[in-house]
């Protein structure tokens, strides 16, 4: 659901989600035009920034979090965002984890050492309060 609208605005997918679209809030209101337009309902922010710069355009659009839009947002913050009271709906990664399990398995393709080079990690569910069902129309 995400490549599509940003597509759509012509923005560089490799930079990432609303807050940096096009680097400023603004990117976040057109994505969620954009997103609204199709009808989404339901939107994964991948960091945190994300989520906030979506939720704040959602609000000023008059949008209901979690009536009209859900958002769910993917670990914990990562870089800058405004200061926000919304209890964000999502996941806790493990990111100590994650880094030490890559230095491993890097480490042993280097060492020529077998190795998995895929490992799952659980993340934690964090239950916020902007996820709900789709709206009924």
Known sequence: GW????KGLGQDQAGGGAGTATGTT???VEVLDALVARGVTAVLAED???GVALAEAASARGLAMPGDLSLRRLGDPVRRSAPTSVEFTGFRIPRRQLGCEAVEVLTAL???TPTGTQRL???EL???ATL????AN
């Open 3 to 6: 490549h599509e609208p940003v």
């Open 26 to 28: 603004r990117g976040a």
């Open 48 to 50: 945190h920034a994300d």
């Open 110 to 112: 280097i060492e020529d």
């Open 121 to 123: 990690l659980d993340c």
């Open 126 to 128: 964090v239950r916020g």
């Open 132 to 135: 709900g069902p789709p709206p």
